[in-house]
């Protein structure tokens, strides 16, 4: 199978994902990975049909990933409020607003014709960001003095703040990250592998990356390994039915979800899960 | 009491601050469209009833998703737990045509309960033997939901003429009795008012209902207490997954009357920030249903002389909810600071 098609697939999940690894490891859960997504994906098209420019609409996207992520870390983090409550809020958000400002300045079916981004040969240029982003990931958690800093905030705050470290503050960075990989995710799945933009079309790939990350261990390389599975899975309709094989093409669009639930069922309980995964920061 | 009225009250005002706050922010006129949302939802007694319809689901999965958060188990899968439950009662009317009309309605909605409760209870199982994270779990299932309701409206469940992907109309006694021959009100909307009673009751009046409240506030005291957490768990996720299936069996037996894909419209979904804002109270839940079942009912409305539409409602919930835990914790805080001046 077509080796290029599968990371076509799997780079809006892997991208998430890698955001998601720093993110948590920093000891939060991004429900609203979801709806950073498909705001990135929202503007990213809107921005790249209004300059003419894909590159404008790149960083549309992810600013309005960003921008999301900056208002749900003032809930979680500035005044420590459920993860699960907010991310549910920013998701919704995301929902209403892309939902709005698209049928208010669009036809109800579709925004396409907009340019998308240039291919480096056979490769997107967010893609080669997405293999390349693999090691570094892995570098900045294990090799980094962030890193360190950033695995005990995941594991015993408290310990970090005896260190002299502001919890919050990494806490913010890493979300930082998180958010820009959500936009450059979403942005993807507009200016690389679609070209359209449709109501809700990120379809669960945020939850999907979030799960790859509990299977991948928090692991980059894992789960990037996750991600790729997931490419696979959504890849193989394709081929599938080339070869005229006759499944219910019903099954071939849940099978994503089906392997990413069956991962978390055969991994099992959180080893390796930061200790203070979730659970909001407040000054002693 | 006094102080808790104050609190709905306070909590009504600012909904309404934020709707129109929404509409300025999106450059939509703002009075005009609130007009056309208060006339399209309590304008006059049909336009009213349409608000109990639109209620009615999003009551009855809101009242799911507070008793599953109760317990501690985030429960974001109403969507799929309300899909699986019509999709189980449309098997029933499908493969049990036999059935006296006496009782085909109330195993319709006997199989739309249980449909609902082991969707649920299946998350709730994998979170406690498997330590499946409910979240993640729920919205997969969701998805996957729905991607069985499209095969199923496309394959086994389809109309005798194999031509729509649509279940089959539900014969007139299979219904839900309606009152009127001008509109939509049916009989659920009363069943969705006895369930507020009744959840009302069984989580604050019983002795499962404190287990399930004590679990979800504090797992350890409830282990030393001797209770077994995991289990109240998915005994509160089955009774979650067996109201948001009895939500998709009243809207396919007293609404549709079949089954397309499009059954759900984010009932599930939606029901989320009407339980926060409800402060997982059934009452509570019950206003924050209304308000936003008028949303929806006058966004109709809305819809058809301006470009915006239902979405707007999601920025409604979404801005509510922040407000709201803002508020919550603000007030929280004052009250610390009060107790330590004292």
Same mark, same amino acid.
């Not at chain 1, 695995?151 to 503050?169: C, D, I, L, M, N």
């Not at chain 1, 994503?256 to 069956?262: D, G, S, V």
């Not at chain 2, 599953?68 to 019509?86: P, S």
């Not at chain 2, 409830?222 to 809207?251: D, N, T």
């Given at each position: 199978?077509?080796?290029?098609?599968?990371?076509?697939?799997?780079?809006?999940?892997?991208?998430?994902?890698?955001?998601?690894?720093?993110?948590?490891?920093?000891?939060?859960?991004?429900? %609203?990975?979801? %709806?950073?997504?498909?705001?990135?994906?929202?503007?990213?098209?809107?921005?790249?049909?209004?300059?003419?420019?894909?590159?404008?609409?790149?960083?549309?996207?992810?600013?309005?990933?960003?921008?999301?992520?900056?208002?749900?870390?003032?809930?979680?983090?500035?005044?420590?409020?459920?993860?699960?409550?907010?991310?549910?809020?920013?998701?919704?958000?995301?929902?209403?607003?892309?939902?709005?400002?698209?049928?208010?300045?669009?036809?109800?079916?579709?925004?396409?014709?907009?340019?998308?981004?240039?291919?480096? %040969?056979?490769?997107?240029?967010?893609?080669?960001?997405?293999?390349?982003?693999?090691?570094?990931?892995?570098?900045?958690?294990?090799?980094?003095?962030?890193?360190?800093?950033?695995?005990?905030?995941?594991?015993?705050?408290?310990?970090?703040?005896?260190?002299?470290?502001?919890?919050?503050?990494?806490?913010?960075?890493?979300?930082?990250?998180? %958010?820009?990989?959500?936009?450059?995710?979403?942005?993807?799945?507009?200016?690389?592998?679609?070209?359209?933009?449709?109501?809700?079309?990120?379809?669960?790939?945020?939850?999907?990356?979030?799960?790859?990350?509990?299977?991948?261990?928090?692991?980059?390389?894992?789960?990037?390994?996750?991600?790729?599975?997931?490419?696979?899975?959504?890849?193989?309709?394709?081929?599938?039915?080339?070869?005229?094989?006759?499944?219910?093409?019903?099954?071939?669009?849940?099978?994503?979800?089906?392997?990413?639930?069956?991962?978390?069922?055969?991994?099992?309980?959180?080893?390796?899960?930061?200790?203070?995964?979730?659970?909001?920061?407040?000054?002693? | 009491?006094?102080?808790?009225?104050?609190?709905?009250?306070?909590?009504?005002?600012?909904?309404?601050?934020?709707?129109?706050?929404?509409?300025?922010?999106?450059?939509?006129? =703002?009075?005009?469209?609130?007009?056309?949302?208060?006339?399209?939802?309590?304008?006059?007694?049909?336009?009213?009833?349409?608000?109990?319809?639109?209620?009615?689901?999003?009551?009855?999965?809101?009242?799911?998703?507070?008793?599953?958060?109760?317990?501690?188990?985030?429960?974001?899968?109403?969507?799929?737990?309300?899909?699986?439950?019509?999709? +189980?009662?449309?098997?029933?009317?499908?493969?049990?045509?036999?059935?006296?009309?006496?009782?085909?309605?109330?195993?319709?909605?006997?199989?739309?309960?249980?449909?609902?409760?082991?969707?649920?209870?299946?998350?709730?199982?994998?979170?406690?033997?498997?330590?499946?994270?409910?979240?993640?779990?729920?919205?997969?299932?969701?998805?996957?939901?729905?991607?069985?309701?499209?095969?199923?409206?496309?394959?086994?469940?389809?109309?005798?003429?194999?031509?729509?992907?649509?279940?089959?109309?539900?014969?007139?006694?299979?219904?839900?009795?309606?009152?009127?021959?001008?509109?939509?009100?049916?009989?659920?909307?009363? =069943?969705?008012?006895?369930?507020?009673?009744? =959840?009302?009751?069984?989580?604050?009046?019983?002795?499962?209902?404190?287990?399930?409240?004590?679990?979800?506030?504090?797992?350890?005291?409830?282990?030393?207490?001797?209770?077994?957490?995991?289990?109240?768990?998915?005994?509160?996720?089955?009774?979650?997954?067996?109201?948001?299936?009895?939500?998709?069996?009243?809207?396919?037996?007293?609404?549709?009357?079949?089954?397309?894909?499009?059954?759900?419209?984010?009932?599930?979904?939606?029901?989320?920030?009407?339980?926060?804002?409800?402060?997982?109270?059934?009452?509570?839940?019950?206003?924050? +249903?209304?308000?936003?079942?008028?949303?929806?009912?006058? +966004?109709?409305?809305?819809?058809?002389?301006?470009?915006?539409?239902?979405?707007?409602?999601? =920025?409604?919930?979404?801005?509510?909810?922040?407000?709201?835990?803002?508020?919550?914790?603000? +007030?929280?805080?004052?009250?610390?600071?009060?107790?330590?001046?004292?």
């Amino acid at each position: 199978m077509d080796l290029f098609l599968i990371l076509r697939y799997c780079a809006p999940v892997g991208l998430a994902a890698l955001g998601e690894v720093i993110h948590e490891k920093a000891g939060s859960i991004n429900i %609203g990975l979801e %709806g950073m997504m498909l705001s990135g994906a929202f503007f990213a098209a809107w921005v790249s049909l209004a300059t003419g420019n894909p590159w404008w609409g790149l960083a549309a996207g992810t600013l309005s990933a960003l921008a999301l992520m900056v208002l749900q870390c003032f809930f979680t983090i500035r005044l420590a409020i459920d993860q699960v409550v907010v991310g549910t809020a920013t998701n919704l958000l995301a929902l209403g607003l892309t939902g709005t400002l698209f049928r208010a300045n669009f036809s109800k079916t579709a925004l396409s014709n907009y340019p998308t981004l240039p291919k480096i %040969g056979p490769l997107d240029p967010l893609l080669i960001v997405a293999i390349v982003l693999v090691p570094v990931v892995w570098w900045l958690l294990q090799r980094t003095k962030w890193g360190l800093a950033a695995r005990a905030t995941g594991e015993y705050p408290e310990a970090v703040v005896a260190a002299g470290f502001g919890v919050r503050k990494i806490r913010w960075q890493a979300a930082g990250l998180a %958010g820009l990989l959500a936009g450059l995710a979403g942005s993807y799945l507009t200016l690389g592998f679609s070209g359209s933009f449709t109501e809700n079309m990120t379809a669960g790939r945020g939850f999907v990356a979030i799960a790859m990350v509990t299977f991948g261990r928090w692991k980059p390389q894992w789960v990037f390994a996750g991600a790729l599975l997931v490419g696979w899975l959504e890849a193989l309709q394709f081929t599938l039915q080339s070869r005229s094989v006759q499944l219910p093409y019903q099954l071939m669009n849940a099978l994503p979800y089906l392997a990413a639930l069956a991962v978390l069922v055969i991994v099992g309980r959180g080893r390796g899960a930061p200790a203070a995964l979730g659970i909001p920061w407040r000054r002693p | 009491m006094i102080k808790k009225i104050g609190g709905f009250l306070w909590i009504t005002l600012g909904l309404v601050a934020i709707l129109l706050l929404t509409f300025a922010c999106l450059g939509i006129p =703002v009075f005009r469209s609130a007009g056309l949302i208060a006339q399209g939802s309590f304008g006059t007694w049909n336009d009213f009833t349409r608000t109990l319809v639109k209620t009615t689901p999003l009551l009855l999965t809101a009242l799911g998703v507070l008793v599953a958060w109760r317990a501690g188990m985030y429960n974001i899968g109403g969507e799929g737990q309300f899909v699986i439950g019509g999709l +189980s009662g449309a098997a029933v009317a499908q493969f049990a045509p036999g059935l006296p009309p006496s009782l085909m309605l109330g195993a319709i909605l006997l199989a739309t309960v249980l449909g609902g409760a082991l969707y649920a209870g299946l998350a709730g199982w994998l979170h406690v033997k498997r330590g499946v994270q409910v979240v993640v779990s729920t919205i997969l299932l969701n998805f996957i939901a729905l991607e069985v309701l499209d095969w199923a409206v496309r394959g086994p469940l389809q109309e005798k003429k194999k031509q729509l992907p649509l279940t089959d109309l539900l014969a007139e006694g299979a219904r839900l009795p309606r009152f009127s021959s001008q509109n939509d009100l049916h009989a659920g909307v009363i =069943v969705a008012g006895l369930a507020v009673v009744i =959840v009302g009751i069984v989580l604050f009046r019983t002795a499962w209902g404190y287990r399930v409240r004590l679990t979800g506030s504090n797992p350890g005291a409830a282990q030393a207490a001797g209770l077994r957490p995991g289990r109240i768990q998915v005994q509160a996720m089955m009774v979650s997954g067996a109201l948001c299936g009895l939500a998709g069996g009243i809207e396919y037996t007293g609404m549709t009357a079949q089954i397309g894909t499009d059954l759900a419209q984010n009932w599930g979904f939606l029901a989320i920030p009407a339980a926060l804002l409800g402060m997982l109270h059934p009452l509570g839940a019950g206003l924050a +249903s209304l308000y936003f079942g008028a949303l929806f009912a006058g +966004s109709k409305n809305l819809e058809a002389f301006t470009k915006a539409g239902s979405t707007i409602v999601f =920025v409604v919930q979404a801005v509510a909810v922040l407000g709201f835990v803002w508020l919550s914790r603000w +007030s929280e805080e004052r009250a610390l600071r009060r107790e330590a001046e004292a």
